[in-house]
Every structure is written in structure tokens, then in C-alpha cells.
């Protein structure tokens, strides 16, 4: 592979953008967790709850931060690297990431701020309803983001004036059926990321002994909330494969390693695709099981990449694996999720050691599913940015040289770094220390400043109390 | 070659976004200010003090920039393209200044050992930022090459002496700025010791600015000599009245008026902000691109006005909000 400013522009996005989703997707789970438990707080008036909420609260002050932080570079990376998709594309996708961060600024202003640090301004009605507002603008940051992406998959709406796309019919880039799916999908996705998390966190502290009650809430009430909604992710996930299939042959045949045509197609469960031969090496394959996961009947003749001239194919290792994980962790979710349930309904569940440890080790498994589900989908999309209009080759910012990115790229690696471990270790010292007292006030935190919540009892600028 | 007339909305949005540049510049200047100022002033009280004034403001303030620059994408995305192209390592720089600033600011009062590294994170962020911001506004004035409505320089075309001297500029301007704004906010020996900054850092942007011309007029007259001030000599005015601000900030220092200083440098930040108005004008990518040939398309600027109606008020209405919650001098933190 011969670095060259497509190749390195491409390392460098997919650098950014996986530190950054990370933290959305966080975010929009736990504001949702934070309006759940807040709700149940307001119904069973346990107090229990406020603490759990409390806890998390800072958690979630802290997520954000970080994801508008690296969020801000997001803005910047169209332009920066891809300047000729930025001039093509402008005009439909500006207003959509405008509108995200709109959402996202109003949501700053308004509920945000009510919700870090108002609870003792308004009433416990007004707050539980900030809450919801709070979680609904996370919801529809992320709409706008999955707007755009599911244009660049599948654009709609859309008329070609002197070589840019122009909207011709705003609704159907909104709200189209493709984005009618993948939206749910990722919601569902931040959901359990979020759900998982709570839950080893709770398992976490029973293992260690400490904050019992709180962690027997947050592992109830996390196993409960994966157990619900794992099944219907698994089959928002199956509509999501088939608008793939429909719209984007070329990639639901590199997710299925499928190099021949078919008729009826086996599905390969598992293999090390070799791209340069066109076959799998190792290949453990099921006969007629890829009609059926395809088409619905065990018969049906089923694309494979020989159909699609070279240039038009993307890689297929990584949708290949990357789907593969995904579904994996989604399976891991089930399995650890509806088992717990079940311990839970026998009274078993604190005394399986060896299962609390598993739910602990499987706090990162909605991360990993969120970030291979995009690896899936955007390196699947190749060799288009959007697709079947615009080739990502030629989508490039024409004034960039190899140089240029190579000296970008290491700096976002070395910054990265830095940001990273500082903003994980204080994210980590939070949930080891767990729930506490009430939070002290923080000198001069804003709704704009969520960082500051990383530390509960000093002063941010080093003239507060001492711990 | 002015290219096609602006509609009603491109102007709507170019307006907004001129706004959105001015108010970021004053805002971020300022606690880009005290941090510059931050890396020269030696006790640890003294610091501490400095943070207290800006820590409900500085994030906020930030908030302006992504306005901008999510804004130029929305709506002027040729501009955004470009612009993005010509400084791939200004807005590098910019960001890396930026987050290491902001993570500074949260982290530092958490770790006794690494607090020097904050710290000096802290002050070489703040410079760095406006020095791109300045070195940026340099280099459009000389002009910026664009063919087929991409950039077609190199990345470090911008790296012209003219454009050293006004980020240069910049960094002594904002941290007039900062100076002033520690003035209105503190007292005692803190305000003593930013007063006693204000006339020299005056006299230093004065200098600056008199060199820029000075270079304009004798050695780089071709390039930026393309701006459009000298057919327009009524434009004269606001760099006259910038001057004039100048002055009066070091006057409202020697009056020790705890408000004039930061006032008057203001109203000298709006000045230069005009005459680059006057300069560019109906330029938005000096010399090439014209806010009507820039724009999207009405359809795309009618979509996200909506949005923009709604919501920037409310930003707005939320910035006067925390300044007034958080106006005042401080006193030992705001607890």
C-alpha cells in the first residue's frame, strides 16, 4: 500500500472519528439511563435512585466534555482533508451537520445546564423533564449525524447542478427509508453500549465489596435493560442488512465473503478471506444458508463480488470481520444478559462470582460493537464517499501532499494520546471511587464547561477547598 | 470579477457569520489573553486568580468558533473548502492549541506533580492559537490562491513575513485584551499588575500595526495592495478610530477606570475587524471568492435558516445569561 494523501486523509478520519463516537454514543445512552432512573426516582421516591442518578451524572458531565472536544475537530476535517467533497456535497451536507450542531449548542443552553446544576432550582417535575429534553437532544444530534452518513450510503433527493449536489427534496434526505433504519440502530447501539457499561460497573462493585446497594441497582437494572433490547437490536440490525443488500450489493457480498455468484449461496460463518485470489482460506461455510439469511428462502442466487468490476469493490477483510465482531458482541450481550436474568430470578446472582466477572469484562462490549458496526458500513461504502456518485479518491483536498497529512496525522495521534489518558484516567477514577456523598458545587461550572465535573470536592482552577 | 449578486439569504448568513467571527474574537480573545498573559506572571496565587476569571467564560466562548466553522460548511462551503486547505497546519495548530488549553485548564488543579506541564500547556496553547489566528488573518490579506475553486497553493504559502508580523500582532492584541479583562475582574494587587501591562502592551500593538503598514506600502504593496481600501477612502475611518481606542485604552489605564480599558480595546478589535470588512468586501476568500459565487444554494441557506433563527438567539441569550450570573469581581473563587 503506497501512502499517499487519499490513504493517510482515510487513516487520519478513521483516527478521529473512532475516538469521537466513542463518547456520543456514551452520552446518548447515559442520558437516557440518567432519565430512566430519574423517572423511577420520581415514581418510587427511593433514594437509592438520586444517588445512582448523582453518580452518574458526573460520569455522563465528563463523557461530554470529551465529546465535545473532539467534536470539534469533526468540524474541521471536511474541509481540512476533504475539500472537494466539502465544495460537491456542501449544499446538502453542511445544513445537516449545521443542524447537529445547533442541536447540540441549543441543548448546551438550555436543559443541559438545568440538569448539572439546577437541581435545587427548580422543581423535581421541571428537572425529571430536563432530563427527557436532555436525553431527546442527544437523540437528535445523533438523527443528523445518521442523516448525513445515510446519504453518503445511500443518496436520495438530491439533483447534480455543474457537478455539485443540490437538494431538490429535503424530505427524503431527512427522513428516507435507509436512514428510517440505521438511525433506531445506532440509538439501540448507544443504548446498550450505555446499559452494558451500568451494569459492569454494578458488578464491579458487588465483586469489591462496596457501594452494594447502589451496585445491585445499576446491575439490575443494566442486565434488565440489554435483556429487552438486545432482541430488538438484533432484528433493527437485520433490516439495517437488508437496505445493504438492496442498495449496496457490492458490500453485503464483502460482509458475506461471497466471491461467486450463487445459486443457493452458502453463508460463510467464519474465514480468512484471500483478497489477492479471490477465495477464503479456512472457510467454515453453511450450504443454502446465505439465501436464506439474504432472501428469505433457502433457493434464492446470490451476488458475489465477480459480479462488480474491481474498481467498484471494496475491501472485504475488514466489513468481513468488522460485521463478524459486532454480531459477536451483540451475541455476548444476549448470552450475558438474559443468563443474568435468569440467576436474578433464581437468587442466584451475587453469588456467581465467575459471572459478575464476566459482566464486568463485558463493559467494553458495546464500544467494540459500535466502532467495527462503522468500520462495516463506511469501509463497505468503498470505493465511494458517496455512493455511486463520488469516489473517495477524488474527494480529497487538491493542495494536500503526502508530507502534509503524515505531519497532521502523527500530531492527532500524539494529542490524542495525551487527552486520552488524562480524560480515561479521570472517567476511571470516578467509577472506581462510585457513588459518594452529595457533590460539592464546582467554582464557576458551567452547562458549557461539563469537564469540570471530573473532580467532585477540588476546585478546578486550584483555589477551592482542599480534598 | 464580483461574480454573481448575493441573494438575500447569502447575505442573511454571511451577516451571521461576520457576527459569529467578531463575537468568538472578542470573547476568546480575552481568555486567550490571560492565558498569554498566564505564562508571564510568576506566583502561583497570582495563576490561580488569572483562571478564576475566565473559568465560567472560556468554553463557552469556543462555542463561537464552531458556529464558524460548522457555518461556513452549511453555508459557504466553497469558502470552508478553501479556507480549510490554505491553512491544513494553521487549523491544525489551532486545534491542538485549543484542546490542550481547555484539558490544561480542567486538569491542572488535579495533579500536584504534572501541574507545571498544565500550566505551561495552558500558556503555549493560548500563544499559539493567536498566532495562527493572527498569521490567518495575514495571509488572506495578501491573498489567497484558488483555481477551480479548490486552493491551489502550498501548505505553508501562508508562512509569509507579513503574516508572521500580524500573528505576532495578534498575541500582543489579545493579551491587551486579557490584561483589560483581568482589570474589570479583580482588584488589589492583581489589578495592579495588569494596569501596570496595558500601556506597554498598547504601545507594542501600536508598533506592530505601524510596521504591517509600513511593510504594505514599501515592500509588499502587490499583494496586499489587491485589497479594495484604497478605492474606498472613507474606509479610512476605522483604522483611524482604531488608533484613536488604542490610545484611549492606555488613557483609561493611567485614569485607572476599571472598564475603559477593556472597553476601548474592544471597540479597537471592532475597528480592525471593519477595515478588514472594507478591504475583502464582497470578497469572502480574498481575492477569488465572492459571497454570491460562494454561497449554497438558496435551497440548502433557506433549510438550516430555521434552525439558525431559533437557536443562535438562544446561544446568544445563554452567553449574557453566565456573564451576568457570573458578573462581578472575584473574590478568593467563585464557590
Known amino acids: ?467 | 470579477m464580483n461574480g454573481p449578486p448575493p441573494s438575500d439569504l447569502a447575505l442573511f448568513w454571511a451577516g451571521v457569520i461576520a457576527l459569529a467571527i467578531m463575537v468568538y474574537v472578542i470573547l476568546d480573545g480575552f481568555d486567550l489573553g490571560v492565558g498569554i498573559l498566564f505564562g508571564t506572571a510568576s506566583d502561583d496565587a497570582q495563576r490561580a486568580t488569572m483562571m478564576d476569571t475566565i473559568a465560567p467564560f472560556w468554553d463557552g466562548n469556543e462555542t463561537w468558533l464552531v458556529i464558524v466553522g460548522a457555518g461556513l460548511f452549511a453555508t459557504f462551503p466553497a469558502v470552508y473548502a478553501v479556507f480549510m486547505g490554505a491553512f491544513y497546519i494553521p487549523v491544525l495548530l489551532l486545534l491542538f492549541g485549543l484542546i490542550f488549553r481547555g484539558v490544561a485548564f480542567e486538569f491542572r488543579g488535579r495533579s500536584q506533580g504534572m501541574r507545571w506541564l498544565w500550566d505551561w500547556g495552558f500558556f503555549l496553547g493560548s500563544v499559539v492559537v493567536a498566532f495562527v489566528q493572527g498569521a490567518a488573518v495575514g495571509a488572506m490579506m495578501r491573498g489567497i490562491a484558488v483555481h477551480d475553486g479548490q486552493f491551489a497553493g502550498s501548505s505553508f504559502d501562508w508562512l509569509h513575513p507579513f503574516a508572521l508580523l500580524t500573528g505576532i500582532g495578534l498575541i500582543f492584541g489579545y493579551a491587551l485584551l486579557g490584561a483589560g479583562w483581568i482589570v474589570v475582574k479583580s482588584d488589589g494587587a492583581m489589578r495592579d499588575w495588569a494596569y501596570a501591562r496595558i500601556s506597554w502592551l498598547a504601545g507594542i500593538v501600536f508598533v506592530i500595526i505601524a510596521l504591517a503598514f509600513v511593510v504594505v506600502l514599501g515592500v509588499d504593496a502587490g499583494a496586499v495592495g489587491q485589497g479594495k481600501l484604497g478605492e474606498r477612502p472613507w474606509g479610512w475611518a476605522f483604522p483611524l478610530l482604531g488608533v484613536l481606542a488604542l490610545a484611549a485604552a492606555v488613557a483609561g489605564a493611567r485614569l485607572r477606570r476599571d472598564l475603559l480599558p477593556f472597553a476601548c480595546t474592544v471597540l479597537f478589535f471592532l475597528c480592525a475587524f471593519m477595515t478588514l470588512g472594507v478591504m475583502f468586501w464582497p470578497y469572502m476568500v480574498p481575492y477569488a471568492l465572492t459571497v454570491g459565487s460562494a454561497a449554497a444554494p438558496d435551497v440548502s441557506l433557506q433549510f438550516l435558516f430555521y434552525g439558525g433563527v431559533v437557536v443562535l438567539p438562544v446561544i446568544a441569550l445563554y452567553t449574557v445569561g453566565v456573564y451576568w450570573v457570573f458578573r462581578g469581581k472575584v473574590r478568593g473563587g467563585y464557590g
Open chain 1, 1 to 467: 500500500m503506497e501512502l499517499d494523501p487519499v490513504i493517510l486523509s482515510r487513516i487520519q478520519f478513521a483516527f478521529v472519528i473512532s475516538f469521537h463516537i466513542i463518547f456520543p454514543a456514551f452520552t446518548i445512552g447515559l442520558a437516557a439511563w440518567l432519565a430512566t432512573i430519574e423517572g423511577a426516582r420520581l415514581v418510587t421516591g427511593n433514594a437509592l435512585y438520586r444517588r445512582v442518578f448523582d453518580f452518574w451524572l458526573k460520569v455522563f458531565a465528563v463523557s461530554f466534555g470529551m465529546g465535545v472536544v473532539t467534536g470539534i475537530v469533526m468540524a474541521f476535517q471536511f474541509g481540512t482533508n476533504w475539500g472537494v467533497l466539502a465544495v460537491k456535497s456542501g449544499a446538502i451536507q453542511g445544513p445537516l451537520l449545521g443542524y447537529e450542531g445547533l442541536t447540540a449548542f441549543l441543548l448546551e443552553a438550555t436543559f443541559f445546564g438545568v440538569m448539572l446544576l439546577g437541581r435545587q432550582r427548580v422543581s423535581p417535575r421541571f428537572y425529571f423533564f430536563a432530563c427527557c429534553m436532555v436525553s431527546l437532544g442527544t437523540m437528535f444530534s445523533s438523527f443528523w449525524i445518521l442523516a448525513n452518513n445515510s446519504w453518503m450510503q445511500v443518496p436520495l433527493g438530491h439533483t447534480v447542478v455543474d457537478g455539485k449536489f443540490v437538494p431538490s427534496d429535503w424530505m427524503q434526505i431527512v427522513l428516507g427509508p435507509v436512514q428510517m433504519v440505521r438511525w433506531p440502530h445506532m440509538l439501540l447501539a448507544a443504548f446498550l453500549t450505555s446499559a452494558m457499561c451500568v451494569a459492569a460497573t454494578g458488578a464491579w462493585y458487588l465483586l469489591r465489596k462496596v457501594h452494594r446497594d447502589e451496585g445491585r441497582v445499576m446491575l439490575h437494572w443494566g442486565l434488565g435493560l440489554v435483556a429487552l433490547l438486545i432482541p430488538v437490536q438484533l432484528y433493527i440490525g437485520h433490516l439495517t442488512g437488508l437496505y445493504v443488500l438492496k442498495h449496496q450489493p457490492a458490500k453485503f457480498a464483502a460482509i458475506e465473503a461471497r466471491w461467486k455468484n450463487e445459486q443457493p449461496a452458502s453463508e460463510v460463518l467464519i474465514a480468512w478471506p484471500d483478497e489477492a485470489n479471490e477465495r477464503n482460506l479456512f472457510a467454515i461455510t453453511v450450504p443454502k444458508l446465505g439465501s436464506m439469511i439474504a432472501s428469505g428462502n433457502w433457493n434464492s442466487a446470490e451476488v458475489g463480488l465477480e459480479s462488480f468490476p474491481r474498481e467498484d469493490r471494496p475491501p472485504v477483510l475488514i466489513p468481513f470481520f468488522g460485521f463478524r465482531i459486532m454480531v459477536g458482541m451483540g451475541l455476548i450481550m444476549l448470552a450475558v444478559s438474559w443468563f443474568g436474568n435468569w440467576l436474578r430470578w433464581r437468587g442466584q446472582l451475587e453469588g456467581k462470582r465467575w459471572f459478575l466477572w464476566g459482566t464486568f469484562l463485558s463493559f467494553p462490549t458495546g464500544f467494540i460493537a459500535v466502532l467495527t458496526g462503522w468500520y462495516t458500513a463506511e469501509v463497505g461504502r468503498q470505493p465511494w464517499v458517496i455512493y455511486g456518485l463520488l469516489r473517495t479518491k477524488d474527494a480529497v483536498t487538491p493542495s494536500l501532499t503526502t508530507g502534509d497529512v503524515m505531519f497532521s496525522l502523527s500530531g492527532y495521534v500524539l494529542v490524542y494520546a495525551v487527552v486520552y489518558s488524562f480524560g480515561l484516567y479521570y472517567i476511571y477514577k470516578l467509577l472506581r471511587d462510585g457513588p459518594a456523598g452529595l457533590a460539592d458545587a464546582i467554582p464557576g461550572a458551567t452547562a458549557k464547561r461539563p469537564m469540570a465535573f471530573a473532580g467532585s470536592s477540588d476546585s478546578a482552577t486550584g483555589t477551592g477547598r482542599p480534598p
